[in-house]
């Protein structure tokens, strides 16, 4: 899991009572998203921008492409590459071996974790 600022870690302790009256799958679903909302500021702007459209509002790819003036191509591969580079960075203490898309900097090792 990525990595909490101490006023989200805040927020989090502030809100635990209300968040255990929660049932437990529905708690679960909450952590993920929180963690998924953070890691995301790891992508790089155009990445991230493509995720939240087309993932998370729900924008289909050809609708995205026309609002930042892009291909249909370029916002495919920009949220395919957003998907591994989520998935990189949200597991990375478990998972090394695997290095972010289009990355040619980030070896795995030396992160910090």
């Known amino acids: 899991m990525s990595n909490y600022t101490i006023e989200e870690v ?4 502030e809100v635990f009572s209300e ?12 952590v ?15 990445e991230r921008t ?3 459209l ?10 995205a492409a026309t609002h930042l003036g892009v291909d249909q191509g370029t916002v495919s591969r920009r949220f395919a590459d ?12 478990d998972n090394y071996a695997i290095e972010p898309r289009g990355s040619t ?3 795995g090792q030396g992160l910090e974790q």
Do not use: H
Request: aromatic share 6%; glycine share 6%.
């Open 32 to 46: 993920r998203l929180c963690d998924i909302v953070q890691t995301m500021k790891r992508l790089n702007p155009e």
């Open 82 to 93: 957003a998907l591994v580079n989520l998935n990189y960075y949200i597991n990375r203490k």
């Open 10 to 13: 805040r927020v989090l302790v």
């Open 19 to 30: 968040l255990s009256l929660i049932r437990a799958r529905k708690l679960w679903i909450l």
């Open 50 to 52: 493509v995720l939240f």
């Open 105 to 107: 900097s980030v070896t």
């Open 54 to 63: 087309c993932g998370m509002c729900g924008l289909g790819q050809d609708k």
